[in-house]
C-alpha cells in the first residue's frame, strides 16, 4: 500500500452527529456552530478574541489590511516576511499595496532574527512570523525586536495548532495570531481558519469587514421568535469571508483530538529523528528551540539531490512533498532575488516526509531505509 504525505483523520461519527444537528436546526451558515467553536478556540488557546473564516488565506488578508488601515500604515510600507511559506503569507502583503521584505531563515525554517534585524527600515511597519511544520523557531526573539522598534506582529500559525512553548501556547504577544484548519492540517476541516486579534476592536471589525463590510450579520440579525431583523448598513468594502457552522461542526469535534494526534505526530518525528540522525553528513534535520513543543505538522530533511530522492521514493509508493519553494522565484517577488541564501538553499534541497496519523512504526522505517539506501 502506498505511503502518502497527508491523509486527514477524522472522527467521523461524532463528526456526523454535530453536522446532524446544524441540518435539522436548518442552520448551516455562520452563527450556532461557528459561535461554539470560536469560544472554544479561546479556551483551548487562551487568547482574548478568536473569529472563525471561510481560510487561513482571508485571515492572512484580513490581518494586514486591518492593521494597515487601524495604524495609518502607507502604500509601499513595509513588512518583513519569510521567502518559505505558502505564497498565502505574502500575497496578504501584496495585495493590501504593502511591500514583503524578505528576510532569511535560520536552521529551524523560521525567521532568522539577525537578518530580521539587517532588514529594518524606516519603512518598517510589521514583522510577518511564519511558524513553518509547526516549529517556534527564534520567535520570542522576533517578539524582543518587534518590541524594540516598535513594529507590530502577525504570526502566521497555519501549521501552528497545539504548538506550545513551556506548556503554553505562544500568540498572545502578537497584534493578531492566523491559524488554518485547512484539509490536511493538524486540525482539519475541508477549509477553515481562524483569526485571533489582540485587540476587541479589531476582532469588531474583521466580523464585519469578513461578512461584506455589514455591520450585522444574519445570524445577530435573527431573534430567537424567529424574526428577521433585515435593516443594516455596509460600514466598509469587505469581503465573504466568514465560516459556516457545518465547517465549525467538524473542527468542535477535530479539537477534542487535537492534543492527543499532536502527541502521536511528535512520535512519528522522534522515530524519524532516531534513525536519519545517524546520518548527518547525508541528511540534515530541523532544529528544534528548547522548549518546543511542536505541533510537528511538517518532518522536513534537507538532502544533495533533493529531486532524484523523490523519484527513488515514488519508485516505492512513498509520496512525500516539498514545503515550500522560495517564494523570492515567483515573478511579483522577483526584486528579492538573491538576498536570501539559505532560503535559496532549502528550497532546492528540502523534502518533507509523510507525516500522516495512519503511519506505523513500520511505515517510518521503510520511509527511513529508502531514505537512507539512495543516501549513502
Given at each position: 500500500?502506498?505511503?502518502?504525505?497527508?491523509?486527514?483523520?477524522?472522527?467521523?461519527?461524532?463528526?456526523?452527529?454535530?453536522?446532524?444537528?446544524c441540518?435539522?436546526?436548518?442552520?448551516?451558515?455562520?452563527?450556532?456552530k461557528?459561535?461554539?467553536?470560536?469560544?472554544?478556540?479561546?479556551?483551548?488557546?487562551?487568547?482574548?478574541?478568536?473569529?472563525?473564516?471561510?481560510?487561513?488565506?482571508?485571515?492572512?488578508?484580513?490581518?494586514?489590511?486591518?492593521?494597515?488601515?487601524?495604524?495609518?500604515?502607507?502604500?509601499?510600507?513595509?513588512?518583513?516576511?519569510?521567502?518559505?511559506?505558502?505564497?498565502?503569507?505574502?500575497?496578504?502583503?501584496?495585495?493590501?499595496?504593502?511591500?514583503?521584505?524578505?528576510?532569511?531563515?535560520?536552521?529551524?525554517?523560521?525567521?532568522?532574527?539577525?537578518?530580521?534585524?539587517?532588514?529594518?527600515?524606516?519603512?518598517?511597519?510589521?514583522?510577518?512570523?511564519?511558524?513553518?511544520?509547526?516549529?517556534?523557531?527564534?520567535?520570542?526573539?522576533?517578539?524582543?525586536?518587534?518590541?524594540e522598534?516598535?513594529?507590530?506582529?502577525?504570526?502566521?500559525a497555519?501549521?501552528?495548532?497545539?504548538?506550545?512553548?513551556?506548556?503554553?501556547?505562544?500568540?498572545?504577544?502578537?497584534?493578531?495570531?492566523?491559524?488554518?484548519?485547512?484539509?490536511?492540517?493538524?486540525?482539519?476541516?475541508?477549509d477553515?481558519?481562524?483569526?485571533?486579534?489582540?485587540?476587541?476592536?479589531?476582532?469588531?471589525?474583521?466580523?464585519?469587514?469578513?461578512?461584506?463590510?455589514?455591520?450585522?450579520?444574519?445570524?445577530?440579525?435573527?431573534?430567537?421568535?424567529?424574526?428577521?431583523?433585515?435593516?443594516?448598513?455596509?460600514?466598509?468594502?469587505?469581503?465573504?469571508?466568514?465560516?459556516?457552522?457545518?465547517?465549525?461542526?467538524?473542527g468542535?469535534?477535530?479539537?477534542?483530538?487535537?492534543?492527543?494526534?499532536?502527541?502521536?505526530?511528535?512520535?512519528?518525528?522522534?522515530?524519524?529523528?532516531?534513525?536519519?540522525?545517524?546520518?548527518?553528513?547525508?541528511?540534515?534535520?530541523?532544529?528544534?528551540?528548547?522548549?518546543?513543543?511542536s505541533?510537528?505538522?511538517?518532518?522536513q530533511?534537507?538532502?544533495?539531490?533533493?529531486?532524484?530522492?523523490?523519484?527513488?521514493?515514488?519508485?516505492?509508493?512513498?509520496?512525500?512533498?516539498?514545503?515550500?519553494?522560495?517564494?523570492?522565484?515567483?515573478?511579483?517577488?522577483?526584486?528579492?532575488?538573491?538576498?536570501?541564501?539559505?532560503?535559496?538553499?532549502?528550497?532546492?534541497?528540502t523534502?518533507?516526509?509523510?507525516?500522516?496519523?495512519?503511519?506505523?512504526?513500520?511505515?517510518?522505517?521503510?520511509?527511513?531505509?529508502?531514505?537512507?539506501?539512495?543516501?549513502?
Open positions: 500500500m502506498s505511503i502518502q504525505l497527508f491523509k486527514a483523520k477524522y472522527e467521523v461519527e461524532e463528526c456526523l452527529e454535530e453536522i446532524r444537528e441540518l435539522e436546526v436548518g442552520w448551516t451558515g455562520m452563527g450556532f461557528t459561535v461554539k467553536f470560536e469560544d472554544a478556540w479561546k479556551k483551548y488557546t487562551r487568547l482574548p478574541f478568536a473569529y472563525y473564516t471561510n481560510s487561513s488565506t482571508i485571515g492572512l488578508y484580513m490581518a494586514v489590511d486591518i492593521l494597515k488601515e487601524e495604524y495609518g500604515w502607507g502604500n509601499e510600507d513595509e513588512i518583513i516576511t519569510s521567502p518559505i511559506t505558502f505564497v498565502s503569507s505574502n500575497h496578504a502583503i501584496l495585495k493590501s499595496n504593502m511591500k514583503p521584505v524578505f528576510a532569511d531563515i535560520d536552521e529551524t525554517m523560521c525567521l532568522d532574527p539577525k537578518s530580521v534585524r539587517e532588514h529594518i527600515t524606516d519603512k518598517t511597519r510589521a514583522v510577518m512570523y511564519v511558524g513553518l511544520g509547526g516549529n517556534i523557531g527564534h520567535y520570542y526573539e522576533i517578539v524582543k525586536l518587534c518590541e522598534y516598535g513594529l507590530k506582529l502577525i504570526l502566521d497555519a501549521h501552528m495548532a497545539g504548538t506550545r512553548y513551556k506548556g503554553e501556547i505562544p500568540g498572545n504577544e502578537a497584534e493578531v495570531v492566523v491559524y488554518s484548519f485547512q484539509a490536511v492540517k493538524n486540525l482539519p476541516t475541508a477553515s481558519g481562524m483569526i485571533c486579534f489582540k485587540k476587541g476592536e479589531f476582532d469588531e471589525i474583521v466580523r464585519k469587514k469578513c461578512w461584506l463590510g455589514i455591520n450585522k450579520d444574519t445570524y445577530a440579525r435573527t431573534t430567537n421568535s424567529g424574526n428577521y431583523k433585515w435593516r443594516y448598513d455596509v460600514e466598509y468594502i469587505g469581503d465573504k469571508g466568514h465560516g459556516n457552522s457545518i465547517m465549525a461542526s467538524i468542535l469535534v477535530q479539537l477534542k483530538y487535537l492534543d492527543r494526534d499532536n502527541a502521536y505526530r511528535r512520535q512519528l518525528s522522534k522515530w524519524y529523528r532516531d534513525r536519519l540522525s545517524q546520518y548527518p553528513d547525508r541528511i540534515k534535520l530541523v532544529s528544534i528551540e528548547e522548549g518546543c513543543e505541533a510537528c505538522h511538517l518532518f530533511i534537507c538532502v544533495d539531490k533533493r529531486d532524484e530522492l523523490i523519484m527513488a521514493l515514488n519508485a516505492a509508493e512513498i509520496y512525500p512533498g516539498v514545503h515550500y519553494a522560495n517564494n523570492i522565484n515567483y515573478r511579483m517577488y522577483e526584486y528579492a532575488k538573491g538576498t536570501c541564501p539559505y532560503a535559496e538553499y532549502v528550497s532546492e534541497h523534502v518533507s516526509l509523510p507525516m500522516n496519523l495512519y503511519l506505523t512504526y513500520e511505515d517510518i522505517q521503510k520511509i527511513c531505509d529508502e531514505i537512507i539506501k539512495f543516501v549513502i
